[in-house]
């Protein structure tokens, strides 16, 4: 499969509730439109961001179907379509297909922490399954297990479909590693904001972002910075964002994001069990960082 750009910036989006905390549908175009028109090259719907382990299979679609419908053309629709069962992904993954996504997330299976030749069936199995290309995503502090180099570099070899990975393991030796091992054209997408910086600086592609729900421009102005040669630029940009980097993780994501969004009066609701609102004083934070950036 020829390389395909998903751009450098693609916002992991939070799925918004109603006060019921059903899907709100109308919000969810809302916020896709304001996401494109405010730095985001692309979306990730559905993704752990997104809530997916608390969304139904057909709430999960009818999300895809609305996004595609206000933005697809305009930007990379991406559906978070993997999961711990390799046949449920399966499923859901032809389905986002049908409805015109652009390509598809898969993160490594959680709790049940297959061998590294388990991932590599399971990626693999769910890949045949579509046309579409596959971001792979590592997140092994909250999945319990690391997807190697290795695994992804068979996978990239043996499987065209497979193009990039979301890699967020906070290692910036495994990043080394995967550069050295995968094709030129597989693309490496951070996926932790505060690593976006000094994983460009080895040949990442950019960002799948919590962080530019509310500064997507500016995560755009220092990827642009850095790829135009002004280094001293990109790592002041960095540095002034860090803060809003880091905090965005004060408790469980999306918590604090979804909080952040609400500050700016961009309605996106609470989050389902078993997560839990933001408190007073996880608030006011929030919205210290907002300001301080002035953002709010």
Known sequence: MAAIDFGRVLTAMVTPFNTDLSVNYAQAKKLARYLVENGSDGLVVCGTTGESPTLAKD???ALFAAVVEEVGGKAAVVAGTGSYDTASSIAITKEAEKVGCDGVMLVAPYYNKPSQEGLYRHFKA?????????ILYNIPGRTGINVLPATVKRLAEDVPNIVAIKEAAGSIDQVSELKKVLPEDFAIYSGDDS??????SL????????????AGKQIQEMIDAFSSGN?????????????LFKGLFITTNPVPVKTALTLKGIAVGGVRLPLVDATASEIDSVKGLLQNLELL
């Open 195 to 200: 690593m976006t910086l000094p994983m460009l």
């Open 59 to 61: 709430e999960k679609l």
């Open 231 to 243: 280094t001293t630029l990109a790592a002041n940009l960095h540095k002034k964002l860090f803060p």
């Open 126 to 134: 769910i890949a045949e399954s579509t046309t579409l290309p596959i």
């Open 203 to 214: 040949g990442a592609k950019g960002i799948i972002s919590v962080a530019a729900h509310v």
